[in-house]
């Protein structure tokens, strides 16, 4: 890994050497993000999480500035970004704390001299007016002095505010994305449904157990003889003990959310079973019948 | 005498009424939780068809042919009535919720009409579609509302049987996540696809293959030990348990788990006896701080993968949960992607060392001898089965696992409409519209609504 950062200009203060990717998430991800919408490639929320629109909009600028085309905020790539744009940290920042919805585009004003890019004026004062009745906030304190000469005529909000932020040492905010990259096919509040679950039947276990009741979940959810939800297979009557005594709504641990995780990836320690029990406290005769896979910890697992 | 035969007669009585208290409690306790369950159930089954209410609208509007376009159509009806039932179970009768019920009949009503007339003949109008489009605006705000609401659920351990109390006793002042948060899904009337994991998911049907394709030796048990500590990086001094599959299991394999004592380390591996590929390990332990870029964790993968002899794959995916990073490959032949075969690397943060690995698919769709034909559809008439919305921003030739269970070839179209990005399939051979896959977005972290 370390070969890599050599190459790297540093011109590319801001960001860190690592190369950004697809999926990654974290504080490069969100100065790409703004440095990409303050060119006017990327116009969502700077949400930390590289998908699907900040991947077309890195392209895009690779097409426009001639870069090799790779979707990879590269060392080259983030030189020409880092020139062509400016980042305003604890502005981002701290809009990203309040929760407000905003555009990043630098102060009006700076943005005519220094963005080569044709697209972005005619986008920018589209949107800005657009998000600012959001964060009134912080429009007030700063609208006076601040000098935003040629839109200073409509009563808009938008151009006092972005360029305040850099006069106001804004405290160093904690940086964290207001997004989460999560599985196809689950929402988060699938995967903490599953978590609780799996922390209710499985939490004395080995982790891999924990998995296994994961996938337990899972197989059934794409058995045509359970039914086709999460929720629907956690909560049919009689299915787990740990919801029919409650123990479900125990708070899960950060161990389980993972071997949910990791089910949901594919890891299926079972062997692709139906059902498990715990041949200790299994009451019922009928699930020794079943034909058994294999046993992890205190559970065997069957067909 | 009288006395204390009276005191005994009344102690019974005590002792065997709070026997009987007891017992009412412990029964009034199960109904309430069975009771709270069957809500529960309702209401997550809620949320998550409104996931797939919302994307399946969502794929339908990248949609062009008429074969793909019903059906889909005929998806977001069946949703849209389950969801509706899921509503009626919902204890809200004294809550105003038919904004959201006529919601969904719109909707029903919309996707029937359109579903069962000839799309041939009469396909969607322009209106239409701006009516389709409307609706997947309005799905997709119903569905962070209820995110919202479910997310509270879970993380305050919110119970419908309270709901219902407070609403029955007309208390409603008091702090009601739910109440309010229904309500204001209600004022904002104005996912997941189900069991449709993406091109790389081998479905059930297949499953019963067992690995009919792998060819190999069949291993011993120190074979499979070796290949263990070989994949997971044990060394000599580790505890290691190896155990045989049982009965009820349709393939052989064998199950390793490894301790080693002084660092602590702990993995699980399931490996075939035939040929000793590995199914799938874990190597647990806590991931650290994020030290390495997920890009460098990519770069591990690929090398790992490189060094255990799998050859052509192809990185398609990449996400990071947290501090650890999964990565989705898959084989490219001549540049042609082939889906079924696809491994999955998990790689922690920290040191960049594999912690999770996962063969299924692979292992079930593994087929060397497979003869891809030549397309009969050049590119450009392939590319006109596609929606006219839709924007093509990459294309290549690939092979799925299409509806009926058979592998295609097939031209993908990765682009976007709008704000959504979408992979298309087009057969190669007819120009059938195989399968389009709405890709996710990030989601929003709901913890500031607390």
């Given amino acids: 890994m370390v070969p890599l950062t050599f190459l790297d200009d540093n011109k590319a203060l801001a960001f860190s050497n690592q190369v950004v990717q697809q999926g990654a998430v974290g504080e490069d991800v969100i100065e790409l993000q703004s440095r990409l919408q303050y060119l006017g490639f990327y116009n969502r929320k700077i949400d930390g999480?590289?998908?699907?629109?900040?991947?077309?909009?890195?392209?895009?600028?690779?097409?426009?500035?001639?870069?090799?085309?790779?979707?990879?905020?590269?060392?080259e790539t983030k030189a020409k970004l880092v020139k062509a744009s400016k980042y305003d940290k604890n502005f981002v920042k701290e809009q990203i704390n309040k929760g407000n919805k905003f555009t990043h585009y630098g102060g009006v004003d700076k943005k005519k001299q220094s963005a080569p890019q044709p697209k972005a004026p005619a986008k920018a004062p589209a949107k800005a007016p657009a998000q600012t009745p959001a964060k009134t906030g912080s429009t007030k304190q700063a609208a006076p002095k601040q000098a935003a000469?040629?839109?200073?005529?409509?009563?808009?909000?938008?151009?006092?505010?972005?360029?305040?932020?850099?006069?106001?040492?804004?405290?160093?905010?904690?940086?964290?994305?207001?997004?989460?990259?999560?599985?196809?096919?689950?929402?988060?509040?699938?995967?903490?449904l599953m978590a609780n679950a799996v922390y209710g039947e499985a939490r004395g276990e080995p982790y891999t157990g924990q998995?296994?009741?994961?996938?337990?979940?899972?197989?059934?959810?794409?058995?045509?003889?359970?039914?086709?939800?999460?929720?629907?297979?956690?909560?049919?009557?009689?299915?787990?003990?740990?919801?029919?005594?409650?123990?479900?709504?125990?708070?899960?641990?950060e161990q389980a959310k993972k071997a949910v995780l990791d089910a949901i990836n594919g890891i299926d320690p079972t062997g692709?079973?139906?059902?498990?029990f715990n041949p200790a406290t299994a009451t019922s005769k009928w699930i020794w019948s079943r034909p058994q896979i294999k046993r992890i910890g205190k559970h065997i697992f069957c067909e | 005498m009288i006395r204390g035969i009276i005191i005994g007669v009344l102690a019974v009585g005590v002792a065997g009424t709070a026997y009987w208290g007891y017992q009412e409690h412990r029964e009034k306790n199960a109904i309430l939780i069975n009771a709270e369950n069957n809500y529960q159930r309702a209401f997550h089954d809620l949320t998550y068809e409104m996931d797939l209410l919302h994307d399946k609208i969502g794929t339908t509007l990248a949609m062009n042919s008429r074969q793909s376009l019903s059906p889909s159509l005929v998806e977001v009806w069946r949703l849209t009535s389950e969801a509706h039932n899921d509503v009626?179970?919902?204890?809200?009768?004294?809550?105003?919720?038919?904004?959201?019920?006529?919601?969904?009949?719109?909707?029903?009503?919309?996707?029937?009409?359109?579903?069962?007339?000839?799309?041939?003949k009469e396909p969607l109008s322009d209106e239409e579609y701006d009516t389709l489009k409307v609706l997947y605006k309005q799905s997709g705000d119903i569905q962070n509302e209820l995110r919202k609401v479910q997310?509270?659920?879970?993380?305050?351990?919110?119970?419908?049987?309270?709901?219902?109390?407070?609403?029955?006793?007309?208390?409603?002042?008091?702090?009601?996540?739910?109440?309010?948060?229904?309500?204001t899904v209600e004022k904002t009337v104005s996912g997941y696809d189900e069991s449709d994991f993406g091109p790389s998911f081998t479905n059930m049907q297949n499953k019963d293959e067992n690995y009919n394709k792998i060819k190999g030796k069949r291993i011993s048990e120190k074979e499979a030990i070796s290949i263990a500590k070989k994949y997971m990086k044990f060394d000599g001094n580790a505890e290691v348990k190896v155990t045989e599959n049982g009965k009820g299991s349709d393939f052989g394999f064998y199950s390793v788990s490894i301790r080693n004592k002084k660092t602590g380390q702990e993995g699980s591996m399931d490996i075939t006896?035939?040929?000793?590929?590995?199914i799938w390990f874990i190597n647990y332990r806590e991931v650290d701080k994020q030290k390495i870029s997920l890009n460098d964790a990519n770069l591990k993968a690929a090398a790992f993968l490189k060094e255990n002899g799998y050859k052509n794959l192809e990185l398609f995916e990449s996400m990071q949960y947290d501090n650890t990073g999964v990565f989705n490959f898959v084989t490219s032949e001549n540049k042609i992607r082939i889906y079924p075969e696809a491994i999955k690397v998990e790689v922690a943060l920290d040191n960049g060392n594999i912690i999770g690995f996962s063969a299924e698919e692979y292992?079930?769709?593994?087929?060397?001898?497979?003869?891809?034909?030549?397309?009969?559809?050049?590119?450009?008439?392939?590319?006109?089965?596609?929606?006219?919305?839709?924007?093509?921003?990459?294309?290549?030739?690939?092979?799925?696992?299409?509806?009926l269970n058979k592998e295609v070839l097939c031209y993908e179209f990765l682009g976007t409409i709008d704000d959504d990005t979408y992979r298309i399939f087009i057969n190669a051979a007819d120009g059938t519209e195989e399968e389009v896959e709405k890709l996710k977005n990030a989601e929003e972290v709901y913890d500031e609504v607390i």
Avoid: C
């Avoid at chain 1, 850099?166 to 964290?176: F, I």
């Avoid at chain 1, 692709?272 to 498990?276: F, M, P, T, V």
């Fill in chain 1, 49 to 75: 999480v590289f998908g699907w629109s900040t991947y077309w909009a890195l392209r895009n600028f690779q097409y426009e500035f001639g870069l090799p085309i790779d979707g990879l905020a590269g060392a």
């Fill in chain 1, 149 to 192: 000469p040629k839109q200073a005529a409509p009563k808009q909000a938008a151009p006092p505010k972005q360029a305040a932020p850099p006069k106001q040492a804004a405290p160093k905010a904690p940086n964290k994305p207001t997004a989460a990259n999560t599985p196809g096919g689950f929402s988060s509040n699938d995967i903490q």
């Fill in chain 1, 211 to 253: 998995v296994a009741v994961a996938a337990v979940i899972l197989n059934r959810v794409n058995s045509v003889s359970f039914p086709n939800t999460v929720s629907g297979v956690i909560f049919e009557p009689g299915a787990f003990t740990a919801v029919a005594d409650g123990q479900i709504w125990l708070t899960p641990n």
């Fill in chain 1, 272 to 276: 692709e079973a139906l059902y498990y």
């Fill in chain 2, 88 to 120: 009626g179970q919902l204890p809200l009768t004294l809550l105003p919720f038919n904004k959201t019920e006529e919601f969904l009949a719109q909707i029903g009503k919309f996707s029937y009409q359109t579903a069962v007339r000839d799309l041939d």
């Fill in chain 2, 151 to 183: 997310h509270m659920v879970l993380e305050n351990n919110l119970r419908w049987m309270d709901v219902e109390l407070a609403l029955a006793s007309g208390k409603e002042t008091t702090d009601n996540t739910i109440i309010d948060g229904f309500k």
């Fill in chain 2, 273 to 278: 006896k035939k040929a000793g590929y590995p």
């Fill in chain 2, 363 to 403: 292992l079930k769709s593994l087929n060397d001898k497979r003869k891809i034909e030549k397309p009969v559809l050049t590119s450009e008439q392939a590319r006109k089965k596609v929606n006219p919305r839709f924007k093509v921003m990459e294309e290549r030739q690939a092979i799925i696992v299409n509806d």
